[in-house]
């Protein structure tokens, strides 16, 4: 629901009763909605199934019962836990952008990211290469964006810069976000849901 | 050396046959170096020999049988969905003893054998040629549209799944192409000499490259210069052209890196000596109190 003009924005996802795992179910049931214009976080102990549930969306994951529905068309971004990093990567930062589709969004980055476009990104520091990879998911046009644990790695400075990047919201697209820092949810989402293990 | 010998009409053939290929196999040895798969240029080289020699006994092209058993063994890898080097292990070990195997059975087989280990460039024909031609043909088109889903794939994995993309079409599509161009390659410059224009090149090109662009341009370079210097020398020296080119390309690899692993023993002798602006090894970071 748009809190200014009453209207009802687009839906992106639903999940009903929703309960995914591996060989044995460890998220779930669940059921929820997620709607164009929102920023939803995911919170819950180690093992209560976060990234199994962003798995189970990303169709990386077993559904033992109830469903996901997906807006038809929709397109997904899903920056995972731990980017890949190989051992020799010769990719500059503005290759990695232009990889992942989100060359188009290179004029509005950060100026801190701004800075890195030209160096390879195997020489980036674990942060600064997260933030990029976050840049990528959120800059390729996808309606909906899901990150795990994107604050993995990064120090105050670069975690205030995530979140204003979280901060530029835009009515087209929603982001699903996995994170085990409370506070950091309760700054940048519309609403936080609680998983139990 | 006397570069007259490049357009010499008898070598004329050999030489665009083998430029053609200094051209392609650097190019699929960096998407096999990204996909951390280079083995596979080994794996399926062997098969290609094998494949060769066989079809050689038979009394046909080296190039159609060499096609046949790599595109047979590339197919197979991607259908089964094999990732990582272990497939192409197989490949190396079953690709190596069938290739001993025909040549020990098959009246030609041994000299042929040799010949293909060797990599007797100069008696590329027509038939080897018209192959890198039809090959270089295939492949411009083909890495143009595998190269930008092949490097997602690799750098933002979970994306294809999550939006149910066929994937299968992109990497089966370069399982093939790597095979195709290990058969041509093999049957042209034999099987090790195929697998460093494979490797080499692509792994210098990977340590010193500013960006992805920059990665293709210095593994071609390196794959063609290598060639035209091994070619020259192969001949000057009256030596086979296999171990040369190998050779070389080591050479070239070495000179390529040579400075920057200098630059890095120098920077860690300058931290040893405890240098103004590098802290001492083991050393303690928290000034102390004056």
């Known amino acids: 629901m748009d809190a200014g003009t009453g209207a009802v924005s687009r839906m992106l996802l639903e999940l009903d009763s929703?309960?995914?795992?591996?060989?044995?179910?460890?998220v779930g049931p669940l059921s929820m909605q997620l709607h164009a214009g929102e920023v939803v976080g995911l919170?819950?102990?180690?093992?209560?199934?976060?990234?199994?549930?962003?798995?189970?969306?990303?169709?990386?994951?077993?559904?033992?019962?109830?469903?996901?529905?997906r807006a038809p068309g929709l397109r997904v971004a899903y920056q995972e836990q731990r980017p890949v990093?190989?051992?020799?990567?010769?990719?500059?930062?503005?290759?990695?952008?232009?990889?992942?589709?989100?060359?188009?969004?290179?004029?509005?980055?950060?100026?801190?990211?701004?800075?890195?476009?030209?160096?390879?990104?195997?020489?980036?520091?674990g942060g600064q290469y997260q933030l990029l990879c976050v840049w990528a998911a959120l800059g390729r046009g996808a309606e909906l964006i899901?990150?795990?644990?994107?604050?993995?790695?990064?120090?105050?400075?670069h975690e205030a810069l995530l979140a204003e990047m979280l901060s530029r919201r835009s009515e087209e697209r929603a982001v699903l976000l996995v994170s085990h820092e409370r506070s950091f949810l309760d700054g940048v989402c519309n609403r936080v849901l609680e998983l139990s293990t | 050396m006397d570069p007259a010998m490049l357009i010499?009409?008898?070598?004329?053939?050999?030489?665009?046959?083998?430029?053609?290929?200094?051209?392609?196999?650097?190019?699929?040895?960096?998407?096999?170096?990204?996909?951390?798969?280079?083995?596979?240029?080994?794996?399926?080289?062997?098969?290609?020999?094998?494949?060769?020699?066989?079809?050689?006994?038979?009394?046909?092209?080296?190039?159609?049988?060499?096609?046949?058993?790599?595109?047979?063994?590339?197919?197979?890898?991607?259908?089964?969905?094999a990732r990582g080097n272990a497939a192409y292990a197989f490949m190396i070990l079953g690709g190596w003893s069938a290739l001993l195997l025909i040549a020990a059975n098959t009246a030609i087989?041994?000299?042929?054998?040799?010949?293909?280990?060797?990599?007797?460039?100069?008696?590329?024909?027509?038939?080897?040629?018209?192959?890198?031609?039809?090959?270089a043909l295939v492949a411009a088109p083909a890495l143009a549209w595998l190269?930008?889903?092949?490097?997602?794939?690799?750098?933002?994995?979970?994306?294809?799944?999550?939006n149910a993309l066929p994937a299968h079409r992109w990497h089966l599509g370069f399982d093939l192409l790597a095979a195709t161009a290990m058969a041509v390659g093999t049957a042209t410059l034999g099987l090790m000499g195929a697998f460093a224009l494979v490797f080499v090149p692509a792994?210098?090109?990977?340590?010193?490259?500013?960006?992805?662009?920059?990665?293709?341009?210095?593994?071609?370079?390196?794959?063609?210069?290598?060639?035209?210097?091994?070619?020259?020398?192969?001949?000057?020296?009256?030596q086979p052209f296999g171990p040369v080119l190998v050779g070389v390309l080591l050479a070239t690899a070495g000179s390529v890196l040579l400075p920057d692993l200098l630059r890095a023993r120098a920077r860690s002798a300058r931290v040893d000596a405890g240098a103004p602006g590098w802290p001492k090894p083991g050393g303690s970071q928290v000034r102390p109190p004056p």
Not at chain 1, 103 to 120: N, V, Y
Not at chain 2, 150 to 155: K, V
Request: glycine share 12%.
């Open chain 1, 18 to 26: 929703l309960r995914a795992g591996y060989d044995r179910p460890v």
């Open chain 1, 43 to 69: 919170w819950g102990a180690n093992g209560s199934g976060k990234s199994t549930l962003l798995a189970a969306i990303g169709n990386g994951a077993r559904i033992f019962s109830g469903e996901i529905r």
């Open chain 1, 85 to 125: 990093r190989l051992p020799a990567m010769p990719f500059t930062g503005r290759d990695l952008l232009r990889i992942s589709g989100a060359k188009g969004s290179i004029a509005a980055l950060p100026a801190t990211l701004r800075d890195l476009l030209d160096r390879r990104v195997d020489r980036l520091s």
């Open chain 1, 146 to 157: 899901m990150l795990d644990e994107p604050t993995n790695n990064l120090d105050p400075a």
């Open chain 2, 8 to 81: 010499d009409p008898l070598f004329r053939v050999p030489f665009a046959t083998g430029l053609l290929l200094a051209c392609v196999l650097p190019l699929i040895g960096a998407l096999l170096m990204l996909r951390e798969e280079w083995l596979a240029a080994l794996g399926l080289a062997h098969l290609a020999a094998a494949g060769a020699l066989l079809s050689l006994a038979a009394g046909a092209p080296a190039v159609a049988g060499g096609l046949l058993a790599a595109l047979g063994g590339g197919a197979v890898k991607g259908l089964v969905g």
């Open chain 2, 109 to 135: 087989g041994d000299s042929l054998g040799h010949a293909l280990v060797e990599g007797q460039l100069y008696f590329a024909g027509r038939t080897d040629l018209a192959a890198a031609i039809a090959l």
């Open chain 2, 147 to 162: 190269m930008p889903r092949l490097l997602r794939a690799r750098l933002f994995p979970r994306d294809e799944a999550a």
């Open chain 2, 203 to 238: 792994w210098a090109a990977f340590r010193l490259a500013s960006g992805w662009r920059a990665t293709l341009t210095l593994s071609a370079a390196v794959g063609v210069v290598g060639f035209v210097a091994a070619f020259q020398l192969a001949l000057a020296l009256d």
